[in-house]
């Protein structure tokens, strides 16, 4: 086992080597934030640190830039920044499927100098719904202390690569991070959208307990009973209607909200999918072709 003045050596030669990737967002007044850099020019950081789209200034390196929003996404509290003449190097990845609970790491902030705290992965968390009503799919939660302005910042592994973003928007007191698989799919998006393109379904539902016949019939307790249809959407124009319980999706059961919101996820803009429908004690597909979320 290392001495600890070798695991001291070790994170202070990760934090040199990361410096550099490692920027200083001001997007808010009085309160700087943190970002990573994510190819020439391009700036990765937490999207409620943004609160005024114009005179955004990148710091690294001694050297300070213009940033201009390419890009926002609420959903997942991240927003790509294009700065005028930042060419600094990206930091590494690494799979934050490989992350275990117990492992090491390293938050990193940059309101001023550079700042770290050390803690370990704590948990693994599934979907979560953040307090500004985001939604991620996954988080890493560690015991590494988010200090003020780290929110945009790395969380990296024992080898000095980003694993995942840090955020305070994922939980008050706790630190979770969004991970790097995650966050490069939506900064794809971002820097060719400039949003997050999200399949559009246009209903309202809630779970509900279906009768014994349908239980028996479908081999599901519950469905989801629709209780609104936004005029001129996708499901009204494909037929659904207030009142019909939705119990598949292309074949497979849905259950629960969470199990809807899962295959809307999945799918892609303006493609077609049979929806199971009981009305009226009847079940039928009724074929929707899905629209865009805006």
Partial sequence: MASLSDLSRDIAGILERAAAGIVRVDARR???????????????????????????QVSAGGAVVKAAVAGRDPGTDLALLKTDGLTASPLARAASADVRIGHLVL????????QVTLGIVSGLS???RSWRGGETERLIQTTAELLPGFSGGPLLDGDGRVIGINSWN?????????????????AENLQTHGRIRRAYLGLGAQPVRLGEALRNQLGQDSGLLVVT??????????????????VRVDGDP????????????????????????????????????LGERT
């Fill in 170 to 186: 994922f939980g008050r007191g706790i630190t979770r991070a969004i991970p790097i698989e995650t966050a490069a799919a939506v």
């Fill in 229 to 246: 249809v936004e005029a001129g959407g996708p499901a009204a124009k494909a037929g659904l209607m207030q009142g019909d319980t939705l």
């Fill in 30 to 56: 009085g309160r700087p934030a943190t970002g990573i850099v994510w190819s020439d020019n391009l700036v990765l950081t937490a999207d409620h640190v943004i609160e005024h789209d114009d005179a955004i």
């Fill in 254 to 289: 849905v259950r629960q909200l969470d199990e809807l919101f899962g295959k809307l996820r999945a799918f892609d803009i303006g493609s077609t999918h049979r929806f199971g429908v009981v009305r009226g004690g009847e079940l039928k597909d009724v074929s929707v072709a």
């Fill in 107 to 114: 938050a990193v902030g940059r309101t001023s100098e550079l």
């Fill in 126 to 128: 599934g979907a979560f």
